[in-house]
């Protein structure tokens, strides 16, 4: 999975010996990343691109498997915008990047 078949932990152990407190398949990520590739997803918070996510996408997608799956993994606090939307009121989104 993610172009390559198993992964260094630094430390000589299989990321598969041990426990982790989600369940979450690689697979999953994979796919995850396909659909925000195939959307054409806009640059995260850190200013990433997809282009420069794919520059180490292994590495990448094994970074963010290995904290969504241990519990390490705090996505930024989103901050409430209101747009106006005319006559139907005021329109409330989320943003990470307090724009």
Excluded: C
């Excluded at 041990?18 to 999953?28: A, G, S, Y």
């Excluded at 640059?43 to 094994?62: C, K, M, P, R, T």
């Amino acid at each position: 999975m993610f172009g390559l078949g198993h992964w260094p932990t630094g430390n000589g152990r299989s990321p598969w010996t041990r426990q982790r407190p989600f369940k979450i398949p690689k697979r999953e990520v994979w796919e995850a990343f396909k659909h925000v590739k195939a959307n054409q997803g806009a640059a995260g918070v850190d200013g990433q691109s997809i282009a420069e996510f794919e520059a180490n996408l292994s590495g990448n997608l094994y970074k963010l498997w290995n904290r969504l799956s241990s519990g390490s993994y705090f996505p930024p606090p989103v901050r409430r915008v209101r747009y106006p939307e005319g006559e139907w009121g005021d329109a409330t989104v989320g943003r990470t990047d307090g724009g």
